[in-house]
């Protein structure tokens, strides 16, 4: 069945940085388009990133771009969110998303990112 785990999340001071991670199984990663989305407390859940299945193309959210990059290993079946410069304001959970064409969305557990001083 179709897995997604997430990791990296924490607790970090602002300006700081993290990586998360998300590992997949269950599905032909190397084919999908995969997605990170972030929800904080009394906030409807958004898009952060988003990456083709080669890796060629990628976009974000204007709230992260030039702090945050997506990538992704598809020998590992993983991909990474890697955050720079991070603010009060990127506190959130974070998921990571897959949609199949056979079968629908996908979600992981989440991974809690907390940005304070």
């Known amino acids: 069945q179709v897995q997604l785990v997430e990791s990296g999340g924490g607790l970090v001071q602002p300006g700081g940085s993290l990586t998360l991670s998300c590992v997949a199984s269950?599905?032909?990663?190397?084919?999908?388009?995969m997605s990170w989305y972030r929800q904080a407390p009394g906030k409807e859940r958004e898009l952060v990133a988003g990456i083709t299945g080669g890796g060629r193309a990628v976009n974000y959210a204007d709230s992260v771009k030039g702090r945050f990059t997506i990538s992704r290993d598809n020998v590992k079946n993983t991909v990474y969110l890697q955050m720079n410069s991070l603010k009060s304001e990127d506190t959130a959970v974070y998921y990571c998303?897959?949609?199949?064409?056979?079968?629908?969305?996908?979600w992981g557990q989440g991974t809690q990112v907390t940005v304070s001083s």
């Open positions: 269950g599905f032909t990663f190397s084919t999908y388009f």
């Open positions: 998303r897959v949609l199949l064409a056979s079968s629908g969305v996908y």
